[in-house]
Nanobody, 123 residues
Framework: VQLQASGGGMVQAGGSLRLSCLAS????????MGWFRQAPGREREFVAA????????DYADSVKGRFTISRDNAKSTVSLQLSSLKPEDTALYYC?????????????????WGQGTQVTVSS
């Protein structure tokens, strides 16, 4: 599976962005999907995850109520809507496909990773 993330950019605090991740093959019925981010000088951290059928969704506490993850298995895409952005959301955002079908925040349970898309939020 190859993953290609897009949609990053530069916005002011309070703004919105929509990130998309396109998988090279259909993932329906197989992989949970997740988004992670890494800011300069910091470790990669979990952002959001969605199970294979969208029935289970998890968010990091820092983004709950502001970010929304969704997926369209027919189009092999996973999206992350970012709203009410803060400067501390600035990071390189990665999408990932898990080994299994259930949503997880554990990065070691993800088998495939995209190249990342940069999100920069100015104050």
């Amino acid at each position: 599976v190859q993953l290609q993330a897009s949609g990053g950019g530069m916005v002011q605090a309070g703004g919105s962005l929509r990130l998309s991740c396109l998988a090279s093959r259909r993932t329906s019925g197989n992989n949970a999907m997740g988004w992670f981010r890494q800011a300069p000088g910091r470790e990669r951290e979990f952002v959001a995850a969605i199970s294979w059928n969208g029935g289970r969704i998890d968010y990091a506490d820092s983004v709950k109520g502001r970010f929304t993850i969704s997926r369209d298995n027919a189009k092999s895409t996973v999206s992350l809507q970012l709203s009410s952005l803060k400067p501390e959301d600035t990071a390189l955002y990665y999408c990932a496909a898990a080994y299994r079908s259930y949503a997880t925040a554990d990065s070691s349970r993800y088998a495939y990773w995209g190249q990342g898309t940069q999100v920069t939020v100015s104050s």
